[in-house]
């Protein structure tokens, strides 16, 4: 998995707190959707099947998981 900073990941995790109608129990949806903006720069619709950074993701969501318990 590549190394991302703190500031990144802790920045993207603001950043899904923020999003509206926000859920923990959604919380893979919106790690998704915060990497999407951080790749291509726009929120993804509702069909975007653009490409997101896999381990950015899988990092994020381990992150965010341990910064909630």
Request: hydrophobic share 35%; proline share 3%.
């Amino acid at each position: 998995m590549a190394d991302y900073s703190k500031s990144l990941i802790s920045s993207l995790i603001k950043n899904v707190k923020k999003y509206p109608r926000f859920s923990k129990e959604e919380i893979e949806k919106f790690c998704w959707m915060a990497v999407h903006e951080h790749k291509h720069g726009v929120l993804p619709s509702e069909y975007d099947i653009r490409e997101i950074d896999e381990d950015l993701y899988l990092k994020l969501l381990q992150e965010f998981k341990s910064d909630i318990h």
